[in-house]
């Protein structure tokens, strides 16, 4: 395990000789016994030991339409909680869907010892594929029409190893839940037409989202989505190790979050994360009046400062982030290595409106500006790209939405000035933006200077009127002087942000 950030470290589970540390366990599975180190406080009565055999979901809508369910506390499950599929679709075992995706079980990657730099072992023991949202490796592969009108409103969901909620549909609502302790992905949720942008009005309100990922560590998110126009709207979300929000697709709106305190684990990941470089036509997406903070500050292994981490960012040189209005807080630390608020280096990314306070950096665009430079067509990966976006552009719907597709093959990210960064405030108090990957551009951004367009951004190492700096609560007072310096700017109301109403059974 060598070339890797953190020169290879892992994680052993089960084994005996390793516990040493209050709250771990080992199971004897020849004997039957359990270990467990107790914490010292342990006959307080406050701690609860369980144990559970439930494979199957406790809800499984396969098909099913009009359902609520609601009031209910759902504690403990190797799988899932509830499950929404296709009339007929099961999740495959991990060894069907590899077979699926043309994996050789007798090759390489299965034989111990074949050299192979990845080596799965005991493949019929994986009790079924993992739910990784947007990723190669995502084994939840319904291509159905899901459910409809289904309902998850102010339940508990606790301790379940796979997930909480995995949903494929239209008209979902995912409302005052309270989802902690979850393996892997929390909430998934699927729905729209890609390519009519029939969107699935499904939305996601006023959760509780925490402890998340804790089995499967990597593209394991808080929250994941997927497909058209998803309203993502008083999330509390916060504790993991890997991303904690993923979203690909469409039209969805994500406002009045609160986001924090993710990719605790990890080093080249984002609090937000999405990938659209490879489909042009995704696009339309809002990200706005969120607080995203303390991201990037946690040390990885033999690494004492994080690096390569963001807020938020579109992956390989993406596109067309709308990001408005948002407060990023306690991003990175003094002189850190590329932890950033936003990273999107591809055309058409747009930040306007924001503040940004004590962040090692603000936004990242592409690196080096190269006059004249176009789209390589003799290269596979970028004539798919620009050929993808001349398909959408003809579409009248498409066309209609999104009509900056006419001009994509005209603003290669390298030569075109799209990307705005305007009207935003940069505050850092406690340490300045880190000149660690090269000198800060005079607006606060890093980059190429040609390809960043915006000149009416304020950037002060003192407070500029914050109602209460020391304890986080950024909105402006009415004579702060952030509003003679942008006369636009909209002062942004943090009380709206995060759960608005209780989670959890309300009777």
């Known amino acids: 395990m060598k070339g890797l950030y953190t020169n290879g470290w892992f994680y052993g589970e089960n084994l005996l000789e390793e516990l040493d ?14 270990y467990y180190y107790a914490p010292s406080d342990f006959t307080s009565g406050n701690y609860e030991i369980g144990l559970s055999m439930l494979k199957t979901p406790i809800f499984n809508f396969n098909g099913a339409e009009y359902v609520n369910v609601s009031n209910i506390t759902m504690k403990g499950g190797r799988g899932y909680a509830v499950l929404g599929t296709s009339a007929g679709y099961s999740i495959p075992s991990f060894k069907d869907w590899m077979i699926s995706r043309g994996a050789d079980l007798n090759g390489a990657n ?12 005991d493949i019929d023991k994986y009790t079924d594929s993992q739910v990784f949202p947007g990723h190669v490796w995502d084994g939840f592969v319904d291509d159905g029409n899901g459910v409809n009108h289904i309902d998850v409103k ?10 909480a909620i995995v949903i494929n549909g239209t008209d979902v609502h995912l409302d005052n839940n309270h989802i902690k302790n979850i393996g892997g992905t929390a909430l998934y949720l699927r729905g729209g037409d890609l390519e009519t942008l029939t969107p699935s009005n499904n939305e996601i309100l006023n959760n509780n989202i925490h402890h998340v990922g804790y089995l499967q560590k990597s593209y394991v998110p808080a929250i994941g989505m997927h497909g058209v126009g998803i309203h993502v709207a008083y999330n509390d979300l916060y504790d993991a190790p890997h991303c904690i929000f993923n979203y690909h697709g469409n039209d969805h709106v994500i406002e009045y979050n609160k986001i924090h305190d993710a990719v605790k684990e990890c080093l080249d990941m984002d609090a937000i994360y999405t990938r659209n470089e490879y489909v042009p036509q995704w696009r339309g997406s809002v990200i706005k009046n969120n607080y995203i903070y303390n991201i990037g500050i946690y040390p990885v292994g033999e690494y004492k400062k994080q690096l390569n981490v963001s807020a938020i960012r579109t992956d390989n040189y993406g596109h067309a982030l709308q990001i408005y209005n948002n407060v990023f807080a306690n991003i990175g630390s003094d002189g850190a290595n590329n932890v950033i608020g936003v990273t999107a280096q591809g055309n058409r990314n747009t930040l306007k409106g924001n503040i940004f306070v004590d962040c090692s950096a603000t936004f990242l665009g592409w690196n080096s500006y190269a006059p004249g430079a176009t789209w390589d067509m003799t290269k596979t ?39 705005i960064f305007d009207e935003n405030l940069v505050v850092n108090i406690k340490f300045k933006l880190s000149q660690a990957n090269g000198t800060v551009n005079p607006q606060g951004t890093r980059g190429a200077p040609e390809l960043i367009k915006g000149t009416n951004n304020y950037l002060t190492t003192s407070d500029p009127g914050f109602v209460d700096y020391a304890n986080g609560n950024y909105e402006l007072k009415p004579d702060s002087e952030v509003f003679k310096k942008i006369p636009e700017f909209q002062n942004i109301d943090m009380s709206k942000m995060g759960n608005n109403e209780p989670v959890g059974p309300s009777n």
């Open 21 to 34: 540390t209050e709250g771990e366990y080992y199971i004897d599975r020849d004997t039957g016994k359990l």
């Open 110 to 121: 299965f034989t111990k010892g074949s050299g192979s730099s990845v080596y799965i072992a």
């Open 154 to 163: 102010n339940c508990n969901i606790f301790n379940f190893g796979s997930g």
């Open 381 to 419: 990966e970028e004539k798919e790209r620009v050929e993808l976006a001349e398909k959408y552009a003809a579409n009248p719907i498409f066309a209609a939405k999104y009509p900056e597709l006419a001009t994509f093959k005209d603003e290669y990210y390298k030569s075109v000035a799209t990307n």
